[in-house]
Structures are given as C-alpha cells and as structure tokens.
DNA sequence: TAATTTAATTTGATTATACTAAAAATAAAG
DNA sequence: CTTTATTTTTAGTATAATCAAATTAAATTA
C-alpha cells in the first residue's frame, strides 16, 4: 500500500508541494515555488522532481507543473498528521509555548513507525487541532475543515475560542502573552465599533478589553 | 562547550564506541567491533574515524585502538540519556511492550533540542531507570550505577523485581509472555536445586514455577 | 511575431555515507 | 624469528543530496 519507507528529503519535498497546492487552492506547483519553500535551489529541486516522479509520488514532466498523486498526497497527509499530532503533544504535555512547537515538529514528523503515532494519538486523547489550530488529519488520511476565521468577522454576541494566529512576531505574541490570551481562551464580542472596526470583547466575567482591528485581524478563533 | 550539530550516523558511532567499551571494560574498541555493532563494513568505520579524530571527539591512529575523548564520551553519553528517556516515554506513557521501545527510540534519540528531553525528562517524572532496568544519565552526563544482577545471582528466599532482560531473542521472550514475566514483575526465589541449578520460584502468592538455570541467567532484576 | 525577460534544466562539482577488492600492517602460530 | 592468519587501510565506485555556472525552454512585452 503505502511505498517503501522514504527519506526525511523526501517526505519533506512532498510536505512542501501538498501545502504550496493547498494554500494557493491548486492542483500544481512549480519547480521555484518549491526552491523557495524548502530553502533549497531549483536545480536541486529538479533532480528531486525526476526522483519523486520515479517514485510514482508526483505528476511531472520538465518545464511542466508538479502535482501530487494519489499516494503523494497520501504520503504528505500522513507527514502532516504525524507533525500536528507532535505540536499537540509539545504543546499541552510538555508546556512548550505555542510558537515554539514548529521546529521540533519539523524532526519529529519523519520518525517511522505506525504504532508510535496511532499511540500518541490516543494518547493525547484524539486531538482534532493542533496548537495553531490546524486540522489533524485521520489515521486514513482524512483532512479535516479548516473551523476556524479571524476574530474580526465574529458577529456581536457571538462567543468563540482562540486557535491560532495569523501573524507571529515577537510585539503580537507578546501583546496576546500580557492580555492572557492563548489558545483555548474563549472571547465573546460584546461590541463593533463601527467607526474603525474596534472589538469590545469579554475574556473572563466582568473582564474587557478593547482591541485594534489588527488585532482581531490576526486572532484565529473557532466557535 | 558542544560542538556543532552532528549527524545521525556520527552520534551513531559515538554511542556504538561507548557502549563497546563500557561492556568489555575496557578504555579502547577496535575497527571490526564497531563496523559488527553498527552492521557496517570495516573501510566504512575507517574513514568515519578519520572524521570523528578530526573534530577531537576520539583518538585515534591508523591501525591503532580507538578511545573517545572527553567531548566524545559526553555526546554519546547524552545520545544515551535520549534514548533511554525516550524508552520511558514510549512504556510509561504509550504503552510499548518492553521488546518494542528499542526501534523507536533509535530514531527518536537524534532529535536535536535540549529544551524538548529536560522537559520530557521532568514530564517522565525524573526516572532513573528505562524499561531495560539500564541507569538514565542526567542532563549533566552523569551515568549513574547499574543495581542490578541476574536472577540466577539471588540466594534462596529474597525477593526482587525484574528491570529486564539479557538475551532478547524471540522465543525467550515469548516464553516470559508466557508466564506472565515482564518489567517490573515481583519474583521471590523459594529454592535453588543444587543439581542443576534450577529455580523455583513464585511470583504472585500460591503461584509457584521452576526456571532453568539458562533462564535465570538471563532474567535482570534489582531488590 | 520578434525580442527580451523569466523559469527551468543541464553540466560539472562537492560532501557524506556506503561498498568491494586489493594491499599493507599487526598479531598469532609454529 | 619466520610464516601464516587476522585486522585494518587504500583505492576505486556508488548513491543521495546539494550547489554554481551555463544553457535552453517558456512566457511576456513591445
């Protein structure tokens, strides 16, 4: 079913061309595209794009658009769950903070071994997100809807809870740290300020807090 | 103070030197050892020792012994830490059978990030032992006592408990599924036949079973 | 559509990790 | 203390992943 165990190159390359599809909402990619993500140059990419094709892991031909295939695809989910399943784990047993989780992540998803990731997954209890509020996808290689919008587009009255942040400088996730808001904080809108789209929001009871609309901007909330 | 970032295959070869010298007692190993344990060919070992001389984590001379140095005896002390940590994890936390932990915690020891095993460490409770019954190294490389002896070693009518196992083979391990032996498993020692050094013994009250001397040669325990 | 710009590939090297076959050094045996 | 056996190294290749420089194909612009 799923190929011979592949190297951390490349599952990585599949990784990159699976999210490059996805958050451009198409079915290719091209050779640049993939240089920049991985942080590698395009020659490199080209000889990694005649192996994967080798593989039967992508559609290419040169001068052509890269795409996924069935397997792949399969192969990048699974790369995709095994990291998401990780950041939950750094995340909620290990207390590392939220920005902190990607780069152990990054080594962590390429362990082999199918047990270790269904274990961890009953483990930390069938997470659904990770900590930046990212579907996880199943053991099947079921993705997950993305639940999630920016706190900006909440409705008055409307309650929510943290997942994530659009943006991840040092000032906002410090600005977020010193008003107590995480993942997981519930918010409820209170107000709208029509005048420049400030939010008056509740966190606990009898607890607001007036934010900016770049702030609710950059706030990733789910109901 | 630690060097840069070494490889898998270079903390592979570390850790393959310490434990070669650490079971002969002895201050050396030799090219032919470590290309058995790490199930390569010697012109292999050869020229990764040339490398390992260069960056002063061993000496060595052509067709000499080979001995780790200072800074290489930390690398592969804290190669070790890792793995067995990661052990702990994957017996106490996900439930590995004890013959299962090994293969995952051979990829799971290169992670690189010291912030990711003291956590886990603290997480794990501080524990001093991994499900093999070997010491776990502090953060500092201190390498702590083995308490332990063979079964075969326990004198008529003291009890012990089992920290692991000295052969690994299947069917050995199968027979101590068997009968319900396994880490931690109480044992007290009811006699020793002279003749042939048998053992009878009971594990849990009223159960009482006969072990060869082969069989009590190969079970760990610690009081 | 011809000229130019951009994207992608080819060519030729490089580093890391392996190997086989042959040679050399050391150790063991007589 | 030679001869033989063992251990270890050299020499020459191989694969994986990477790059810079030069070339070719595709896309854009005039």
Redesign the pocket.
Known sequence: MVPRKL????ENYLKAIFILTEENQEFNT????IAEKI???????????R?LTDKKLITYE??KKVQLTAKGKQVAILVIRKHRLWEVFLHDKLQFAWDEVHEVAEQLEHIHSEQLILRLEKFLGFPKYDPHGDPIPSAKGKLGQVLRTTLSEVGEGISCHVVGVKESSTPFLQYLQQVSVGIGTKIKVIKKIAFDQSLVISLKKNEQLTVSQKFSDNVLVAS
């Open positions: 190297s951390f190159t490349e091209s050779t640049n595209k942080n590698n140059k395009p020659p490199t990419v080209t000889d990694m794009l192996k040169k001068y």
